[in-house]
């Protein structure tokens, strides 16, 4: 019998609902965007609002994509965490209330491990070291022992933060996104005009924030003397940030013998990234492993395929447990799924 899981992704400013058959098949993934002025960050008051606007309108799509009736779900997954608490828990509402009107078991997903299995789903990658970067979360991850541990990670703010605050900085425009911005105007640069930037690697672990510190007091005069254009910092950025990460995933390679990278979470769509990591990869024999914006950045079918393999081993989440917290590690799940 072929079991199908619903999944609700609301964590940050992306809202998803997805429906994927436990074959792997993804019958279906809308996803809207809460954009805010360029300058501007995304609140989570006013993210919450715009999820609490949208997600029945979403979640009537996704059923009419997949050409399916609620009575032909079988399990509702919702994100419980990591992100920001007020569209966790208005995501979260809208899951509970589903699954009694549709007397669905319901499960709580970390929004970490959904990015994981997504990867592993589509790519095909069997036991890769994971890069996992996006707007709240930069860590290095391998499996072992019925657990995603980390190997390193930030110390301080995310690489997607990076790069949203930076573009805030040069008041770039946030549709689609920043970080999309950023790589855009980053190949428009003809690389000769390379700011040096701080570069701080400890280990398997990074921070930038003594980097965007450099940027934020320095980015407008450079721009304004005509010294630099704002296509030869974002370049100067994503040269740095990008070596660094690439960096630190081949110390965790090295540490696990790993012959396999996937990447995973918003940045990983940077083609700039990929590059890197793949060439990384192809000097140590290994394999890249990537997807496409459909899957890495936040999205509701990546909460429903790691929801469903948790559905298959047994696991359910009681009504009185599904809350939400803004603090859910990579490492607290039990991955009963895997050997």
Same mark, same amino acid.
């Given at each position: 019998?072929? &079991?199908?899981?619903?999944?609700?992704?609301?964590?940050?400013?992306?809202?998803?609902?997805?429906?994927?058959?436990?074959?792997?098949?993804?019958? =279906?993934? /809308?996803?809207?965007?809460?954009?805010?002025?360029?300058?501007?960050?995304?609140?989570?008051?006013?993210? =919450?609002?715009?999820?609490?606007?949208?997600?029945?309108?979403?979640?009537?799509?996704?059923?009419?994509?997949?050409?399916?009736?609620?009575?032909?779900?079988?399990?509702?997954?919702?994100?419980?965490?990591?992100?920001?608490?007020?569209?966790?828990?208005?995501?979260?509402?809208?899951?509970?209330?589903?699954?009694?009107?549709?007397?669905? /078991?319901?499960?709580?997903?970390?929004?970490?491990?959904?990015?994981?299995?997504?990867?592993?789903?589509?790519?095909?990658?069997?036991?890769?070291?994971?890069?996992?970067?996006?707007?709240?979360?930069?860590?290095?991850?391998?499996?072992?022992?019925?657990?995603?541990?980390?190997?390193?990670?930030?110390?301080?703010?995310?690489?997607?933060?990076?790069?949203?605050?930076?573009?805030?900085?040069?008041?770039?425009?946030?549709?689609?996104?920043?970080?999309?911005?950023?790589?855009?105007?980053?190949?428009? =640069?003809?690389?000769?005009?390379?700011?040096?930037? /701080?570069?701080?690697?400890?280990? !398997?672990?990074?921070?930038?924030?003594?980097?965007?510190?450099?940027?934020?007091?320095?980015?407008?005069?450079?721009?304004?003397?005509?010294?630099?254009?704002? =296509?030869?910092?974002?370049?100067?950025?994503?040269? $740095?940030?990008?070596?660094?990460?690439?960096?630190?995933?081949?110390?965790? !390679?090295?540490?696990?013998?790993?012959?396999?990278?996937?990447?995973?979470?918003?940045?990983?769509?940077? &083609? %700039?990234?990929?590059?890197?990591?793949?060439?990384?990869?192809?000097?140590?024999?290994?394999?890249?492993?990537?997807?496409?914006? %459909?899957?890495?950045?936040?999205?509701?079918? !990546?909460?429903?395929?790691?929801?469903?393999?948790?559905?298959?081993?047994?696991? $359910? $989440? /009681?009504?009185?447990? $599904?809350?939400?917290?803004?603090?859910?590690?990579?490492?607290?799940?039990?991955?009963?799924?895997?050997?």
């Amino acid at each position: 019998m072929v &079991l199908i899981a619903m999944g609700f992704e609301g964590s940050a400013n992306k809202l998803g609902v997805g429906i994927v058959r436990d074959d792997g098949q993804v019958l =279906a993934n /809308p996803r809207v965007t809460f954009v805010t002025p360029p300058g501007e960050g995304f609140q989570p008051s006013e993210t =919450a609002r715009h999820h609490q606007q949208h997600v029945l309108d979403v979640l009537a799509d996704a059923l009419a994509e997949a050409k399916l009736s609620p009575k032909e779900i079988d399990v509702v997954c919702y994100t419980k965490g990591p992100g920001m608490g007020a569209p966790l828990v208005s995501v979260a509402l809208v899951a509970r209330t589903v699954a009694q009107l549709w007397r669905k /078991p319901i499960l709580g997903v970390n929004h970490c491990i959904g990015h994981i299995e997504m990867g592993r789903l589509i790519t095909g990658a069997v036991n890769p070291t994971v890069l996992y970067v996006s707007g709240g979360n930069t860590q290095v991850i391998a499996y072992s022992q019925r657990r995603y541990r980390i190997f390193g990670e930030t110390l301080d703010i995310a690489v997607g933060n990076c790069l949203d605050r930076f573009a805030r900085c040069i008041r770039l425009s946030n549709d689609p996104s920043p970080g999309y911005n950023i790589e855009q105007l980053a190949k428009q =640069a003809s690389g000769d005009k390379f700011v040096k930037l /701080p570069y701080t690697v400890k280990g !398997m672990d990074v921070s930038f924030s003594g980097l965007l510190s450099f940027l934020e007091e320095r980015a407008p005069s450079l721009i304004d003397s005509g010294e630099f254009s704002q =296509a030869d910092l974002c370049y100067s950025l994503q040269e $740095t940030i990008f070596a660094m990460l690439t960096e630190m995933t081949e110390r965790a !390679m090295a540490h696990c013998g790993s012959q396999e990278v996937l990447l995973v979470g918003g940045v990983a769509c940077n &083609l %700039r990234l990929q590059q890197m990591v793949g060439q990384m990869a192809d000097e140590r024999g290994a394999k890249l492993y990537a997807t496409d914006h %459909r899957f890495c950045i936040d999205n509701g079918a !990546m909460i429903a395929q790691a929801g469903i393999e948790m559905f298959r081993c047994g696991l $359910t $989440t /009681p009504m009185s447990d $599904t809350g939400c917290t803004q603090r859910y590690r990579t490492d607290e799940v039990e991955i009963l799924w895997r050997d």
